[in-house]
């Protein structure tokens, strides 16, 4: 799946990267609005550390997902760039998702 010559290929980790973005935009809300609370305002400590885990690793997948189709696409160094910090912000895969991903589906 991870060859980057074949046009389908090319097509799927686009897939793939919108997928995770999703995915890690929600784990992020997730951490932040419903599991942080619960570990300092009722000392509930396990949610934090599992939704926090798999927050981790959809980031680094998010980041490793970019990279991958920044090459295939040749995206500009800028748009990669927002991708990447997109990721830092609340809500920032779901706009970056729909005003740089989403476009590249219909250019192919």
Do not use: C
């Not at 074949?6 to 097509?11: A, H, L, P, T, V």
């Not at 040749?74 to 997109?86: D, E, F, R, T």
């Amino acid at each position: 799946m991870l060859n980057t010559t074949k046009k389908n290929n090319k097509e799927i980790n686009l897939k793939i990267l919108r997928i995770v973005g999703l995915v890690e935009g929600i784990s992020y809300l997730t951490l932040f609005g419903i599991t942080m609370p619960l570990k300092y305002m009722m000392d509930m400590k396990e949610p934090n550390y599992i939704v926090g885990l798999l927050h981790g690793i959809l980031f680094v997948s998010y980041g490793f997902w970019t990279f991958l189709v920044y090459n295939q696409y040749n995206l500009s160094v800028k748009k990669a760039i927002l991708l990447l910090i997109s990721s830092l912000l609340p809500f920032g895969t779901f706009v970056s998702d729909s005003k740089i991903l989403k476009p590249l589906e219909t250019t192919e």
